[in-house]
């Protein structure tokens, strides 16, 4: 995995899986169609400052595991993915248009998972050492 994001004022290191599917589930991801897929979302990520950590096309759905900035939110990065990828398959393989007539290629939806080095446990006790060692014991304490 890659280190932190240095970028101005900001350091960071925010990492997401995010998974989508073909309408219907349709198994259209296959042979050439999967492999422009693949490079399509390859040149989105690029565009838009993305990093790939990892990410698997099957037949009708894709995971990617991704890197982001923090000004970028995840619902907008997956419409750019799931809209331009659409978009540049339907016009590249007239098959898919003619199946999926209403212009829409991927389901309705997404799944995400947040990811990274820590866990909740190492937060909280982060947290707990930094609230015993300071002033106010009480300071933000959500119980």
Same mark, same amino acid.
């Given at each position: !995995?890659?280190?932190?994001?240095?970028?101005?004022?900001? &350091?960071?290191? =925010?990492? &997401?899986?995010?998974?989508?599917?073909?309408?219907?589930?349709?198994?259209?991801?296959? +042979?050439?169609?999967? $492999?422009?897929?693949?490079? &399509? =979302?390859?040149?989105?990520?690029?565009?838009? +400052?993305?990093?790939?950590?990892? +990410?698997?096309?099957?037949?009708?759905?894709?995971?990617?595991?991704?890197?982001?900035?923090?000004?970028? #939110?995840?619902?907008? =990065?997956?419409?750019?993915? $799931?809209?331009?990828?659409?978009? $540049?398959?339907? !016009?590249?393989?007239?098959?898919?248009?003619?199946?999926? /007539?209403?212009?829409?290629? /991927?389901?309705?939806?997404?799944?995400?998972?947040?990811?990274?080095?820590?866990?909740?446990? !190492?937060? #909280?006790?982060?947290?707990?050492?930094?609230? $015993?060692? +300071?002033? #106010?014991?009480?300071?933000?304490?959500?119980?």
């Amino acid at each position: !995995m890659s280190e932190q994001r240095v970028n101005g004022h900001t &350091v960071s290191r =925010l990492s &997401v899986h995010i998974v989508w599917s073909t309408k219907y589930r349709y198994s259209v991801l296959v +042979g050439d169609v999967e $492999k422009r897929c693949r490079a &399509v =979302l390859i040149e989105i990520c690029d565009a838009e +400052g993305v990093n790939i950590l990892k +990410g698997v096309v099957s037949k009708d759905h894709v995971h990617m595991h991704l890197e982001y900035r923090p000004s970028q #939110d995840i619902s907008t =990065l997956v419409k750019k993915l $799931k809209g331009r990828s659409s978009r $540049k398959l339907q !016009m590249e393989f007239p098959i898919l248009k003619k199946k999926y /007539w209403g212009r829409h290629f /991927w389901a309705i939806g997404f799944g995400c998972w947040s990811t990274g080095n820590i866990t909740d446990k !190492m937060v #909280d006790e982060y947290l707990e050492h930094h609230r $015993k060692s +300071g002033n #106010d014991t009480d300071a933000f304490i959500l119980e």
